[in-house]
């Protein structure tokens, strides 16, 4: 059955400081991996996704991703954090009609 | 890119009452659609998949007629709690996928809250 991790409940950054979100996965075949961010009382936004091809991956919001089969994992980061970047971030794995979510990250940014 | 509308965002009903979330594609026509349910500072539960112009699939332990779900178009998908009662309070997610690809598109949410 296919599992997704997110080892970290909450992270704090400070603004301009990079950030790595964890993702490990469980899955019986090559999988499809996403990265979502969701802001307080709204839905979800697609920050970028893999399927195949180069394992590092660009997203929009300056957000960057790196598939590791050897690792299982499928990390987010991003080179300098924003305050607009402070939500909830939810690793996901799957295809089709069976995508399954990690329990999410919590961001928070400090001035 | 794709979007898809949910509508009420915000509703407030007593217990009893039923209550219908609307779930629309607006750019594009979603042959699948996804009903999931978020408690508060967890993960996205799914509830239920919808094909359109057949009948859902819902996940273990969630009550199909409880939680009615109709996909009677290629762009709208609807769900319906019946009877509401408190613990059905939550924050109702949906999602679209179009025919050609893996990825889900989601609406904004809908926060129901049952007096």
């Known amino acids: 059955a296919q599992s997704v991790t997110q080892p970290d409940i909450h992270i704090t950054v400070s603004e301009g400081a990079s950030l790595e979100l964890r993702c490990n996965y469980s899955y019986g075949a090559t999988p499809y991996l996403f990265w979502y961010v969701q802001s307080p009382g709204q839905g979800l936004q697609l920050l970028l996704k893999?399927?195949?091809?180069?394992?590092l991956v660009q997203g929009i919001k300056g957000f960057e991703a790196e598939f590791k089969r050897s690792q299982s994992s499928f990390n987010l980061r991003k080179p300098s954090v924003h305050w607009s970047d402070a939500a909830e971030y939810f690793c996901a794995v799957g295809a089709h009609n069976d995508m399954r979510f990690g329990a999410g990250t919590r961001l928070t940014v400090k001035p | 890119g794709a979007v898809v509308s949910q509508h009420p965002s915000w509703v407030i009903c007593k217990s009893g009452t039923s209550v219908k979330i609307e779930c629309r594609s607006l750019?594009?026509?979603?042959?699948?659609m996804f009903w999931y349910r978020q408690f508060p500072k967890q993960s996205l539960m799914l509830m239920a998949t919808?094909?359109?112009?057949?009948?859902?699939?819902?996940e273990q332990g969630v009550e199909k007629d409880k939680f009615l779900i109709n996909h009677a178009s290629l762009t709208l998908s609807t769900l319906t709690v019946t009877s509401a009662h408190p613990e059905d309070s939550s924050f109702y997610i949906c999602?679209?996928?179009?025919?050609?690809?893996?990825?889900?598109?989601f609406g904004a949410g809908t926060r129901l809250s049952v007096l």
């Open positions: 893999y399927f195949s091809g180069d394992t």
């Open positions: 999602s679209a996928r179009d025919g050609r690809g893996d990825i889900q598109y």
């Open positions: 919808s094909n359109e112009g057949s009948k859902a699939t819902y």
């Open positions: 750019d594009f026509q979603a042959t699948t």
